[in-house]
Structures are given as structure tokens and as C-alpha cells.
């Protein structure tokens, strides 16, 4: 793994293309509701357990890292995207969009209140953390 100097996320390949960004992650949080702020909280808490997995921040999303980047996470006005990919569509009902990107799947889930990090939600990420270890 690869840490850039400047804004320390983590990539598989060094010297890899990014947009290099330096800012809090309190920065997503910034006027939304708390029920928001409470989630990531939750679903952070959860996934950090996996290891190895880091946690890094670009212009628009917070981005979880093992050998790659397997979970991105953007805070919208009223709820959280959570997008992981896997290498076929997963069936599921907790699914709002599964899109089909640079050989892979890209399955997002809309989360609004912590109670919604299911073993189910956590199952799924999962399945995306152990892909991207691959």
C-alpha cells in the first residue's frame, strides 16, 4: 500500500492519480440532521473492525480502503450512499441502484437512521470488504 504525503489515503498502486484533498471529515456533517451524523458513526464504528481498512476523505465522499478502495460513503442532504462493489449483481431488497462500472458492480445502499445498519447491510459490506481484498 501507498500513502500519499499529502493528504495520507491510502491506494494499492503508488504514486496513484487521486484528487489529493486535505479536509476533516466533520466536513460531510456540516448541516445535516443528526440521525445522519449518528449513522456514520454507527456504520464506521462496525466496519473499522475489519482489518486492514482505513479511512480517508476526497472532495465529494469518505472513502474505506483495505488493498483498495471498498466502501464510499456520501453524506447527502438527508441520507447516507454507501456503495461497495462486487464482481456480479447481489440480489437484495436493501439495494436502491446496482450499476455495472469498470468491471464490476457497484451496489448502493441509502441509509437515514442507524437503525438501518442491519447484520443484513453489514453482511453485504462484507461481501464488498473481502472483494476488495482480492
Given at each position: 500500500?501507498?500513502?500519499?504525503?499529502?493528504?495520507?489515503r491510502?491506494?494499492?498502486?503508488?504514486?496513484?492519480?487521486?484528487?489529493?484533498?486535505?479536509?476533516?471529515?466533520?466536513?460531510?456533517?456540516?448541516?445535516?440532521p443528526?440521525?445522519?451524523?449518528?449513522?456514520?458513526?454507527?456504520?464506521?464504528?462496525?466496519?473499522?473492525?475489519?482489518?486492514?481498512?482505513?479511512?480517508?476523505?476526497s472532495?465529494?465522499?469518505?472513502?474505506?480502503?483495505?488493498?483498495?478502495?471498498?466502501?464510499?460513503?456520501?453524506p447527502?442532504?438527508?441520507?447516507?450512499?454507501?456503495?461497495?462493489?462486487?464482481?456480479e449483481?447481489?440480489?437484495?431488497?436493501?439495494?436502491?441502484?446496482?450499476?455495472?462500472?469498470?468491471?464490476?458492480y457497484?451496489?448502493?445502499i441509502?441509509?437515514?437512521?442507524?437503525?438501518?445498519?442491519?447484520?443484513?447491510?453489514?453482511?453485504?459490506?462484507?461481501?464488498?470488504?473481502?472483494?476488495?481484498?482480492?
Open positions: 500500500m501507498w500513502q500519499c504525503p499529502i493528504c495520507e491510502l491506494f494499492k498502486t503508488p504514486n496513484q492519480s487521486h484528487s489529493c484533498v486535505e479536509q476533516d471529515l466533520g466536513v460531510f456533517f456540516e448541516n445535516k443528526d440521525n445522519l451524523v449518528i449513522a456514520f458513526d454507527s456504520l464506521m464504528t462496525s466496519v473499522l473492525n475489519w482489518e486492514p481498512n482505513s479511512v480517508g476523505v472532495k465529494n465522499a469518505i472513502i474505506f480502503t483495505n488493498k483498495k478502495a471498498w466502501l464510499i460513503v456520501r447527502m442532504t438527508k441520507e447516507l450512499d454507501v456503495k461497495f462493489y462486487y464482481d449483481s447481489l440480489d437484495g431488497d436493501i439495494f436502491k441502484k446496482i450499476t455495472f462500472w469498470g468491471g464490476k457497484a451496489h448502493h441509502r441509509i437515514r437512521d442507524e437503525v438501518e445498519i442491519t447484520s443484513e447491510v453489514l453482511d453485504f459490506l462484507k461481501i464488498g470488504f473481502d472483494f476488495a481484498l482480492k
